[in-house]
Structures are given as C-alpha cells and as structure tokens.
C-alpha cells in the first residue's frame, strides 16, 4: 500500500471512528449531540430557508451552516476530497467494494455508461426535492431516509419510523455494494450541491503525456469512471481525488497541483 494510500485510510477511519463514537453514546444513552449537529447537508438545506424566511429549518444550527461553507471553500480548493477523504458513507462505501472485489469481478455488474450518465443526474433531482420540501414543511424531511443519519444513530435518531429507516438504509447499502459507489455516484444530494464548484478545484491531478504509456491502469482504479489516460488534467467534476490513479501509476505520470 503506498503512502497515499495510507494516508487517506488514516484520514477516512478518524471521521468513521468519530461519528461512529458519537452513535455509541447515543445508543447507550449517553446524552450527546447526533452526527445531524455535525452535518455539511444541513447547512445546505439551510441556507435556502435563512434566505427566505431569515431563520434555521428545525434542529439546523449556525454549526451546519459553517460546516457546509467551509466544504464549499475546500471544494474551491481541493475538488470533491471531502468526499473520499472525509465522508463517512464514502468510506463505507470503499468499504463494500472493496469487499465486493473479493468474490465478484469489477466488470460483472457494471452499469452501462449511456445508464450510468443519466442515473448520475438523479442526484440533482435528490437535492432538490429535498431543498423544495424542506422549505415548505419547515422541518427535515429528507432526516429518515438519509442513509447517514440512519447509520450512525442506529436508527435511534429524532423522529424516524424503524422499518422504513431500516428499509432504506439496507436498499442503500446493498445497492452500493452491488454496483460500485452507487450512493455516491446517483442520489447523494451533497455531492450534488457541490459539483459545480468541483469543477473549478484549484488542486487536481494532472497528467504528465512524456512519461504516461498509456497502459490504463489508471482508469481502471478509478471509482467514478473518468479516463484519466485521456486527459491533461482531470477537471471533472466527479473527480473526488481519491488519488487511486496517482497510486497505481506506474510509470509517474500523474501527479497533483494547481
């Protein structure tokens, strides 16, 4: 495993154990704060409500608004490394792969790439809904059926119904260990909300076409499907700069910079 590759496992299991610790003392009845309070998507949500009405949608505070402009501020910087150097459920989602790796090849359930262009559109019409509803209801609509709040309050959190929590945490999870970051890739409103500002990331991986041989190695490790053997700079703005590529690349030719 090279040092990148390290590196990024230390950073994903600090915030897993973190929020993983914040559910255990809830489901021991220890009195704390949910991972809600700590929550980038909420001050996305919010922010359209403080806009309209002047004030915070249910339990959204001043922290999930300063949360989700500093991930707009590190999206400017950093592209999408939020997402596969912090995010729980990304981890978790590496997670899955990686044990779906072990007995079912990459290719056999893969999702058409006509399929996958379009289901990777649903995610804008996830946030949307969410943000329109949410608004309307002045109340977390999207709370049950999100599969990190679920998760990490063990179904225990504010105002959820088990069964269907469960429902949709299994349906999450079981599709994501199928087809590979599916959550990620197709309905996960945060990333979403961030796209647009990936796409302008001042840190992202560049190519060096002197020393690539063009052996693809690079575009096979990738997550989300992007050739990187085919471009300069990878300006995509799905590119979460996980640097698998960068760590599978034998020859050295790609690196990170402005």
């Not at 402009?69 to 596969?84: E, H, M, Q, R, Y």
Request: glycine share 8%.
């Amino acid at each position: 495993m090279t040092k990148i590759k390290i590196t990024r496992r230390v950073f994903q299991l600090f915030f897993l154990g973190s929020v993983s610790y914040l559910m255990v003392k809830l489901l021991v009845g220890v009195p704390t704060r949910t991972v809600e309070y700590y929550c980038p998507m909420g001050g996305v949500v919010s922010i359209y409500g403080l806009f309209r009405k002047q004030q915070f949608i249910c339990a959204l505070s001043e922290m999930n608004l300063s949360l989700a402009l500093a991930l707009f501020a590190g999206v400017i910087l950093t592209k999408k490394s939020f997402c596969s150097w912090v995010c729980p459920i990304g981890a978790v989602s590496e997670g899955l792969a990686w044990i779906r790796g072990k007995g079912i090849k990459k290719q056999a359930l893969r999702i058409p790439d006509a399929a996958d262009v379009w289901l990777s559109k649903l995610k804008y019409v996830v946030l949307a809904v969410i943000i329109i509803l949410s608004y309307r209801a002045s109340e977390l609509v999207f709370r049950g059926y999100d599969p990190f709040y679920i998760l990490f309050t063990g179904t225990r959190g504010h105002g959820l119904v088990p069964v269907v929590s469960v429902a949709v945490l299994v349906g999450v999870l079981a599709g994501t260990f199928l087809f590979e970051m599916s959550w990620c890739r197709y309905l996960c409103p945060l990333g979403a909300a961030i796209d647009p500002l990936s796409r302008i990331g001042f840190l992202k991986v560049k190519r060096d076409g002197d020393k690539c041989n063009e052996c693809g190695a690079c575009d096979r490790v990738c997550p989300h499907r992007i050739p990187v053997s085919k471009l300069q700079k990878i300006t995509r703005m799905d590119c979460t700069n996980c640097l698998e590529c960068v760590s599978q690349c034998g020859p050295g030719a790609l690196d990170v910079g402005v």
